[in-house]
């Protein structure tokens, strides 16, 4: 005889559902936002150009490498201030989704 799984409570926009979870579930990782200062690739492709190097001081919007993907050429842009603390690939790398590009360092200025 199969055995029988407890319900538990699973809340999805305040509202509480009894089910049964699947193990897939609960071992799942749980949701973080992004780290504006780590530059993963948002698809597989390859590393047509990098625009930077380390220790340049880059600000929120300037290119940072060109990665192409099905053809197309995609700008990756710096998405705060810094410093380019570890660029991680190199021209010609191919990359799957989700791997680190490089690390940018925020700067903190003191406003004048």
Sequence with gaps: MKEEKELESLNIDSTIYKTRLSGKFKNRK???????????SFISGTVLEILVKEGQEVRKGDDLMILEAMKMQNRLKSQQDGLVKKVCV???????KGILLLEIEQIHRIPS
């Design 30 to 40: 749980p949701y973080s936002l992004p780290d504006p200062s780590r530059v993963l």
């Design 90 to 96: 190199k021209r010609g790398d191919k990359v799957i």
